[in-house]
């Protein structure tokens, strides 16, 4: 991408290819190419749980106000499907075509299925903006109805992103990508940027835990700061953190944006990696444990099979026992380790009470 951006690879097992990614203020949730499956990541893309769901999904992301998913498939192209915590479908809604057809005539679109590319929520009005490659309508959740906001003959629209009264988009136009910047009347402010040829954009990513209110080069509160989730080379997933150019820090935010931000799992109880990170160190540890313990097992095995010299025996039996008192006082600090996370916790999960991600 450029200098500026950091690719941190996103690995979720052999196999499997990435959909769709949205961030809820804790976790990223990934949607899975021909599996009827959500994988639920942390914030350092390592995979947390694995949802079992009723079809592939391809396009998902959070709506922090009604705090639910939203999510679209090709295999029920132009219908979007509410989702639970638990990745369970409760609603689903579909998207009337004869809504923006007479406003649609630049495109050849009309006649054929409406293939969603990629969901953004407006909070401050309680819609959805949806990107369905030539077009970018605002579906109204409440009276199901849907309004055109831009068409295109020259560019193909791969995801769209609300955020206050500005859109994000990543378009393809001849052979290559972009991000633009268009005001909320879709008037193109900024093309900040290209991606390389063997770089394909698929999503962008609305982490406000990212947005640093205190930064002073902010004046608005915004730090010019994007995650984009990327495929590169050989369909490696990677996600992209972007510092954008000084234009973006101009976007003014909506009252939902602010309590995103506000919500965030690292704000309000600081960052829960080192709480699962020390939690991890301590699962390995075990795990070294259990080895070393078999290991002197077959030691003991191995001797009485072998001798039956009492002097021999006593001998590896004392060099067990020495080293099963280490292994006593090795289990004795990580029981500490764990009570003083459990006390640091409060018996609440990290990302807070009554959070998402402390649904498993």
């Given at each position: 991408?450029?200098?500026?951006?950091?690719?941190?690879?996103?690995?979720?097992?052999?196999?499997?290819k990435i959909n769709n990614?949205?961030?809820?203020?804790?976790?990223?949730?990934?949607?899975?190419?021909?599996?009827?499956?959500?994988?639920?990541?942390?914030?350092?893309?390592?995979?947390?749980?694995?949802?079992?769901?009723?079809?592939?999904?391809?396009?998902?992301?959070?709506?922090?106000?009604?705090?639910?998913?939203?999510?679209?498939?090709?295999?029920?192209?132009?219908?979007?499907?509410?989702?639970?915590?638990?990745?369970?479908?409760?609603?689903?809604?579909?998207?009337?075509?004869?809504?923006?057809?007479?406003?649609?005539?630049?495109?050849?679109?009309?006649?054929?299925?409406?293939?969603?590319?990629?969901?953004?929520?407006?909070?401050?009005?309680?819609?959805?903006?949806i990107s369905s490659n030539?077009?970018?309508?605002?579906?109204?959740?409440?009276?199901?109805?849907?309004?055109?906001?831009?068409?295109?003959?020259?560019?193909?629209?791969?995801?769209?992103?609300?955020?206050?009264?500005?859109?994000?988009?990543?378009?393809?136009?001849?052979?290559?990508?972009?991000?633009?910047?268009?005001?909320?009347?879709?008037?193109?402010?900024?093309?900040?940027?290209?991606?390389?040829?063997?770089?394909?954009?698929?999503?962008?990513?609305?982490?406000?835990?990212?947005?640093?209110?205190?930064?002073?080069?902010?004046?608005?509160?915004?730090?010019?700061?994007?995650?984009?989730?990327?495929?590169?080379?050989?369909?490696?997933?990677?996600?992209?953190?972007?510092?954008?150019?000084?234009?973006?820090?101009?976007?003014?935010?909506?009252?939902?944006?602010?309590?995103?931000?506000?919500?965030?799992?690292?704000?309000?109880?600081?960052?829960?990696?080192?709480?699962?990170?020390?939690?991890?160190?301590?699962?390995?540890?075990?795990?070294?444990?259990?080895?070393?313990?078999?290991?002197?097992?077959?030691?003991?095995?191995?001797?009485?099979?072998?001798?039956?010299?009492?002097?021999?025996?006593?001998?590896?039996?004392?060099?067990?026992?020495?080293?099963?008192?280490?292994?006593?006082?090795?289990?004795?600090?990580?029981?500490?380790?764990?009570?003083?996370?459990?006390?640091?916790?409060?018996?609440?999960?990290?990302?807070?009470?009554?959070?998402?991600?402390?649904?498993?």
């Open positions: 991408m450029n200098k500026n951006s950091v690719c941190t690879p996103v690995s979720i097992g052999c196999g499997d990614i949205t961030f809820d203020g804790c976790n990223y949730y990934c949607t899975i190419n021909c599996k009827h499956e959500i994988i639920r990541l942390d914030s350092c893309y390592k995979i947390e749980h694995r949802y079992s769901v009723c079809r592939e999904y391809d396009c998902i992301c959070y709506d922090f106000s009604e705090h639910c998913f939203w999510a679209s498939s090709n295999e029920c192209a132009g219908t979007l499907f509410r989702l639970d915590c638990k990745m369970n479908e409760t609603e689903s809604f579909s998207i009337n075509q004869s809504d923006f057809s007479e406003s649609d005539k630049n495109t050849t679109e009309e006649n054929t299925e409406f293939l969603i590319t990629g969901i953004s929520c407006n909070c401050c009005n309680n819609t959805l903006i030539r077009r970018i309508i605002e579906f109204d959740i409440k009276c199901h109805k849907s309004k055109l906001l831009y068409c295109s003959k020259k560019e193909c629209i791969i995801d769209v992103l609300k955020i206050g009264n500005n859109y994000i988009t990543i378009a393809i136009r001849g052979q290559q990508y972009f991000l633009d910047l268009y005001d909320e009347c879709f008037n193109r402010r900024l093309s900040c940027f290209c991606f390389y040829s063997r770089t394909v954009p698929k999503t962008l990513i609305f982490n406000p835990c990212k947005l640093n209110s205190d930064n002073d080069s902010c004046d608005n509160g915004f730090v010019p700061y994007l995650e984009i989730f990327i495929l590169k080379k050989c369909q490696s997933p990677c996600i992209c953190s972007y510092n954008l150019p000084d234009e973006f820090s101009k976007i003014e935010p909506c009252g939902c944006n602010n309590l995103c931000n506000e919500n965030c799992c690292d704000k309000i109880h600081g960052n829960c990696n080192p709480c699962m990170d020390v939690i991890e160190s301590i699962a390995l540890i075990e795990t070294a444990i259990a080895h070393i313990l078999n290991a002197e097992g077959e030691k003991i095995q191995k001797v009485l099979a072998e001798t039956d010299d009492i002097d021999k025996i006593v001998c590896v039996n004392n060099n067990v026992n020495k080293t099963i008192v280490n292994v006593t006082q090795l289990e004795q600090v990580l029981y500490s380790k764990l009570n003083l996370i459990c006390d640091f916790n409060n018996g609440n999960s990290c990302c807070g009470e009554g959070h998402l991600c402390s649904d498993n």
